[in-house]
């Protein structure tokens, strides 16, 4: 069983062109998150999803965008790629929200270098 | 301010010794605290959750321990083995919308 998967691996952009990371989960769950990992930072959360059609801002939402069409898929959206957004980028999901057993499963991260 | 402090930064131990990770946390209201491991390049994984009235919980030869009193958590890791080798991260719930604040992570090198 696949879990989570996400597209691509690693990627370089130039500053100001766009992207989108893909993000797919065979495990039927409701939540979908992005984080974010910087060097020397915790994971930080970017953009989360409770179900198809619903998505809302975590704690750096600046800079991108999500989309939520069906339970499987949850692309991330660079619009305008900015030197600060380099970083490893994990798509996450779980079949609740955060309660007290409830696992995050990730995927293996896409590592990008805007230059 | 909510936050959560690991330590050692980095630790490197032979083949088969123990070892203990540190976890301090300023976390309020709490919901419960997660350890996850990550392998270099990859996402992490889950390998427990604690809640308020936990004080241990083992997953083969990981074993955490709370103490909500103090706010401190550690994880013991036994009879180390190679594959052991990994980024440690401590994780606490907090609120009632179960924010999830991440530690920077320990760095574990077993060295045969």
């Known amino acids: 069983n696949a879990g989570v998967t996400q597209t691509p691996k690693f990627r370089i952009l130039k500053i100001g062109q766009s992207m989108t990371l893909q993000c797919t989960q065979d495990?039927?769950?409701?939540?979908m998150y992005w984080y974010r990992q910087d060097p020397g930072m915790g994971l930080k959360l970017i953009y989360y999803s409770v179900g198809a059609g619903i998505t809302d801002k975590g704690e750096v939402p600046n800079g991108y965008n999500v989309s939520r069409s069906t339970t499987e898929d949850f692309p991330l959206r660079l619009e305008l790629a900015a030197p600060s957004q380099t970083s490893v980028y994990f798509c996450?999901?779980?079949?609740?929200?955060?309660?007290?057993?409830?696992?995050?499963?990730f995927g293996s991260g896409t590592q990008l270098s805007v230059l | 301010k909510n936050q959560v402090e690991q330590s050692p930064q980095s630790l490197i131990i032979l083949e088969g010794k123990n070892c203990t990770l540190q976890c301090n946390y300023t976390v309020s209201p709490f919901s419960n605290l997660r350890w996850y491991k990550q392998d270099t390049g990859r996402g992490p994984v889950s390998l427990t959750i604690m809640t308020f009235s936990e004080n241990t919980k083992s997953n083969g030869r990981y074993t955490a321990t709370l103490d909500a009193d103090t706010k401190q958590s550690s994880l013991h890791i036994t009879a180390s083995q190679l594959s052991d080798s990994a980024s440690y991260i401590c994780?606490?719930?907090?609120?009632?919308?179960?924010?999830?604040?991440w530690g920077l992570g320990t760095s574990l090198a077993v060295n045969p």
């Open positions: 994780v606490v719930s907090a609120g009632n919308n179960r924010k999830l604040i």
């Open positions: 996450a999901s779980s079949n609740d929200r955060i309660r007290a057993n409830e696992k995050l499963f």
């Open positions: 495990m039927n769950h409701n939540y």
